[in-house]
T-cell receptor, first 113, second 112 residues
């Protein structure tokens, strides 16, 4: 079974631009969560989508948004990029029930210059 | 104070050693506990997943959870150079939300 895939793998953007990242979960998984990983803050939860609905949201500004499609694929968008948004963005998928494990993709490394 | 504390290391051990990695936490609502391994420039890989207190063994890996002390551990027996990576503990509350709270990670190097 294929794992979680994320595209693109690497991205360089300029301050003020916006960016869209994509995540395809494991087949059959309906929950997709997004995390930001930086050397200073570690892994921090952004939001989770289940059946096209945002189910939970972390403590990030409104510039960070996401959505999920009917095939469970998810996108996250960051508008008005700041230098501090440079990070590894990871998505994780799970079946969506109470106790299932989450499996991470390889991440998208975003560099903002 | 962070909800989950993890010694960042770095930790360096000789091949074949037993490695002990630990995390403490403050949120008594955490019910699910995980250990992830992350190689450089890769996504985290799930190693162990446990619910509530107790031990779980999988090959060379043993996870322990002591909810009374708010303390979890991962033991790696017969460590190999291929185990060199950053190890992250993660935990979450019961319920439908998937939000994981992570430790800062421990960087482990196993020397041949």
């Amino acid at each position: 079974k294929a794992g979680v895939t994320q595209t693109p793998r690497y991205l360089i953007k300029t301050r003020g631009q916006q960016v869209t990242l994509s995540c395809s979960p494991i087949s059959g998984h309906r929950s997709v969560s997004w995390y930001q990983q930086t050397p200073g803050q570690g892994l921090q939860f952004l939001f989770e989508y289940f059946s096209e609905t945002q189910r939970n949201k972390g403590n990030f500004p409104g510039r960070f948004s996401g959505r999920q499609f009917s095939n469970s694929r998810s996108e996250m968008n960051v508008s008005t990029l700041e230098l501090g948004d440079s990070a590894l963005y990871l998505c994780a998928s799970s079946l969506g029930g109470t106790a299932e494990e989450q499996y991470f993709g390889p991440g998208t490394r975003l560099t903002v210059t | 104070q962070k909800e989950v504390e993890q010694d960042p290391g770095p930790l360096s051990v000789p091949e074949g050693a037993i490695v002990s990695l630990n995390c403490t936490y403050s949120n008594s609502a955490f019910q699910y506990f995980m250990w992830y391994r992350q190689y450089s420039r890769k996504g985290p890989e799930l190693l162990m997943y446990t619910y509530s207190s107790g031990n779980k063994e999988d090959g060379r890996f043993t996870a322990q959870v002591d909810k009374s002390s708010k303390y979890i551990s991962l033991f790696i027996r017969d460590s190999q150079p291929s185990d060199s990576a950053t190890y992250l503990c993660a935990m979450r509350e019961a319920g439908s939300a998937r939000q994981l709270t992570f430790g800062s990670g421990t960087q482990l190097t196993v020397l041949p």
